[in-house]
């Protein structure tokens, strides 16, 4: 039950039951006294499960809802007067996209207009002293910015946008609204642009939890290609951390780059991976001898590189985790959650969210 009045209004979080968005509520809840309204459509990717002890706290309160649904989104503003819009709900894996264009364009560039005209409806009936202090927080990918070669300087908040996926593509037409509604409307609109995010909680379809999962499982370890792509990784939680930062410091019309410094080529994950969990698990080592070369996906980007020294400058944001330190802590997450696994590949938990969350 969400506790509402004049003093502290409400974060809106759209996307906020998965990997980033439910990280980002977690440390809201337990790092600082905001009420936050979680907005979710709940979808494969979103798991109620994954926002921990927050689910239980007085100050938080789920609504399972689309962004797509303008009713549901302009109830959910109407009624809980939020002082911020966070806005993570997106569809998010690239190989998905490939498959199933259109619910990405639905969702990411369709969806963020209707949270977009609904915010601005919103934001025009506030007080001039709240309309003032309103934020629109769009959370976005590097991907935006396409592919770079080896020895190409890395994305700053002013490279060109050249999406490569539908992902992307999508990613990059919600990041271009967002722009437009501040430049026309004058809706105090935030932008970050991040790296590949890792970390407890993210759904094992991505990298890094699949090859953890796999490998548990003795099951193959697929790598793309030649395996030398290079991804920047940053730990979620730095993401969680950096985006309540731009939050509260950030000037509105500007957008953000974060990073976490840490180039990796695909087959170095993997086989880091592999040798934390011969460390932790000796008796299944070396767990290498699970990885297998597979067909490349199409339009693979090369590189990925992010500028992070805008943030690291102006808001005072710098990374906590090493790429090392932060990959242990999530095979850890990840060995002590095996039942969160076994739920959401399963499917066992999108059947108790249906009998538990009805949408709005
Ligand atoms: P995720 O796929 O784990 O979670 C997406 C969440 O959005 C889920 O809870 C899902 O239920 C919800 N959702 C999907 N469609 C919805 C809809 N129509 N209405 C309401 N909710 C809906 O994604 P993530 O990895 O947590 O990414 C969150 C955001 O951060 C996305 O916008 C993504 O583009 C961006 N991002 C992700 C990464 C990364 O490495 N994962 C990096 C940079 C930026
Ligand atoms: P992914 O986690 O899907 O993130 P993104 O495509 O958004 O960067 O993939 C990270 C990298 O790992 C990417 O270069 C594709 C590669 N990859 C594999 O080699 N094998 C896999 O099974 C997956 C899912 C990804």
Same mark, same amino acid.
């Given at each position: 039950?969400?506790?509402?009045?004049?003093?502290? !209004?409400?974060?809106?979080?759209?996307?906020?039951? &998965?990997?980033?968005?439910?990280?980002?509520?977690?440390?809201?809840?337990? *790092?600082?006294?905001?009420?936050?309204?979680?907005?979710?459509?709940?979808?494969?990717?979103?798991?109620?499960? +994954?926002?921990?002890? /927050?689910?239980?706290?007085?100050?938080?309160?789920?609504?399972?809802?689309?962004?797509?649904?303008?009713?549901?989104?302009?109830?959910?503003?109407?009624?809980? @007067?939020? @002082?911020? #819009?966070?806005?993570?709900?997106?569809?998010? *894996?690239?190989?998905?996209?490939?498959? &199933?264009?259109?619910?990405?364009? +639905? =969702?990411?560039?369709?969806?963020?207009?209707?949270?977009?005209?609904?915010?601005?409806?919103?934001?025009?009936?506030?007080?001039?002293?709240?309309?003032?202090?309103?934020?629109?927080?769009?959370?976005? =990918?590097?991907?935006?910015?396409?592919?770079?070669?080896?020895?190409?300087?890395?994305?700053?908040?002013?490279? /060109?946008? /050249?999406?490569?996926? !539908?992902?992307?593509?999508?990613?990059? $037409?919600?990041?271009?609204?967002?722009?437009?509604? *501040?430049? =026309?409307? $004058?809706? !105090?609109?935030?932008?970050?642009?991040?790296? %590949?995010?890792?970390?407890?909680?993210?759904?094992?379809?991505?990298?890094? !939890?699949?090859?953890?999962? %796999?490998?548990?499982?003795?099951?193959?370890?697929? #790598?793309?290609?030649?395996?030398?792509?290079? @991804?920047?990784?940053?730990?979620?939680?730095? *993401?969680?951390?950096?985006?309540?930062?731009?939050?509260? @410091?950030?000037?509105?019309?500007?957008?953000?780059?974060?990073?976490?410094?840490?180039?990796?080529? %695909?087959?170095?994950?993997?086989?880091?991976?592999?040798?934390?969990?011969? /460390?932790?698990?000796?008796?299944?080592?070396?767990?290498?001898?699970?990885?297998?070369?597979?067909?490349?996906?199409?339009?693979?980007?090369?590189?990925?590189?992010?500028?992070?020294?805008?943030?690291?400058?102006?808001? &005072?944001?710098?990374?906590?985790?090493?790429?090392?330190? &932060?990959?242990?802590?999530?095979?850890?997450?990840?060995?002590?959650?095996?039942?969160? #696994?076994?739920?959401?590949?399963?499917?066992?938990?999108?059947?108790?969210?249906?009998?538990?969350?009805?949408?709005?």
């Amino acid at each position: 039950m969400i506790v509402t009045n004049s003093q502290s !209004p409400p974060l809106l979080v759209t996307g906020a039951a &998965g990997f980033i968005g439910s990280c980002l509520v977690r440390q809201l809840i337990e *790092h600082s006294d905001a009420q936050v309204l979680s907005f979710d459509a709940l979808t494969y990717a979103g798991n109620p499960l +994954s926002l921990g002890a /927050a689910l239980q706290s007085e100050r938080h309160q789920l609504i399972r809802g689309d962004i797509r649904d303008a009713d549901a989104v302009r109830a959910a503003l109407m009624q809980q @007067r939020p @002082r911020a #819009v966070l806005h993570l709900a997106a569809e998010s *894996h690239v190989d998905r996209s490939i498959h &199933g264009p259109a619910e990405f364009v +639905s =969702t990411n560039v369709v969806g963020t207009l209707v949270l977009l005209q609904e915010s601005l409806a919103y934001w025009h009936s506030l007080p001039p002293a709240e309309r003032a202090a309103f934020r629109f927080l769009h959370v976005s =990918t590097d991907e935006v910015f396409g592919s770079l070669d080896a020895g190409d300087p890395a994305f700053s908040e002013t490279t /060109a946008y /050249a999406p490569n996926s !539908p992902y992307s593509a999508s990613k990059a $037409g919600s990041d271009h609204l967002v722009r437009a509604w *501040h430049h =026309t409307y $004058g809706l !105090p609109t935030l932008l970050t642009n991040c790296s %590949n995010n890792y970390g407890p909680c993210q759904f094992p379809e991505k990298l890094i !939890p699949l090859v953890i999962a %796999n490998a548990v499982a003795g099951k193959p370890l697929p #790598v793309y290609g030649d395996g030398a792509n290079v @991804r920047d990784w940053l730990y979620v939680d730095d *993401h969680a951390r950096a985006l309540r930062l731009v939050l509260e @410091r950030g000037v509105p019309g500007q957008t953000y780059n974060i990073g976490g410094n840490a180039e990796r080529r %695909n087959l170095e994950v993997v086989e880091r991976i592999c040798a934390i969990l011969d /460390a932790r698990r000796p008796s299944s080592a070396p767990h290498a001898r699970l990885i297998e070369f597979v067909r490349d996906r199409p339009g693979h980007d090369r590189r990925y590189a992010i500028d992070s020294r805008k943030i690291e400058r102006e808001l &005072g944001w710098t990374p906590q985790e090493t790429f090392d330190s &932060g990959l242990i802590k999530t095979v850890d997450w990840y060995l002590g959650n095996a039942d969160w #696994v076994r739920c959401v590949q399963s499917g066992e938990y999108q059947r108790w969210i249906e009998r538990n969350y009805t949408a709005r």
